[in-house]
């Protein structure tokens, strides 16, 4: 890889550092706002560099579309602290290098799986699930979801207006998400398992 200017390491710092505290890149506007930049294009600018030099990839059409090309091996997150962003550092309990293209769309972290809830699905306790950071996902998906500072791994269900955490595993019961109470967030969507080393 070729060497970096300064402001060109400050901006990949700051994406590496971007990502570990919330799960997901910056956008132009959050690296134009650090740096003062007048506009965001200021930042694409280094973005584009940045990829030209091979320290990161850019997906077209996407505003957090940016990744990192140096694979330091995807975090294996712990027991989660209310309040705490997932990726957070006192979370990660190691890393481990796996195949990008295993998992469609790609994983972001593992999730290390406690309890049975999602038993009949082939989720057990002690799995690494792989998830893909996203805040957005269609009834029916499996997704790690934040409910009251709680993280829990469950099946979305969207009825007319009403919102459903089903587990899969009938010793346990839905969760109705109640908006006028409840804070809610989507932390990411499932896409594969790792167990004893091997990919499910």
Do not use: C
Request: no cysteine; charged share 30%; hydrophobic share 35%.
């Amino acid at each position: 890889m070729k060497s970096l200017t300064r402001r060109q390491s400050e901006i990949l710092k700051l994406i590496q550092e971007f990502i570990q505290s919330t799960g997901f890149p910056p956008t132009r506007s959050d690296i134009a706002r650090v740096f003062q930049f007048k506009s965001p294009n200021a930042a694409e600018e280094h973005l584009r560099a940045l990829e030209k030099k091979g320290h990161i990839k850019i997906s077209r059409g996407t505003s957090r579309g940016i990744q990192l090309t140096k694979d330091i091996g995807l975090p294996i997150i712990g027991k989660v602290a209310a309040g705490h962003p997932i990726l957070s550092e006192e979370h990660i309990q190691s890393r481990v290098q796996v195949e990008q293209s295993l998992f469609k769309p790609q994983a972001d972290y593992l999730l290390k799986v406690r309890g049975n809830s999602m038993r009949n699905i082939g989720i057990q306790d002690g799995d690494l699930l792989a998830v893909h950071t996203t805040m957005e996902a269609r009834s029916g998906q499996v997704v790690v979801a934040r409910i009251n500072n709680e993280v829990t791994v469950k099946r979305l269900r969207k009825k007319n207006k009403e919102i459903w955490l089903e587990p899969e595993n009938e010793e346990f019961k839905p969760i109705q998400v109640d908006p006028e109470r409840d804070q809610f967030l989507i932390e990411g969507l499932a896409v594969g398992i790792i167990r004893n080393g091997k990919i499910n």
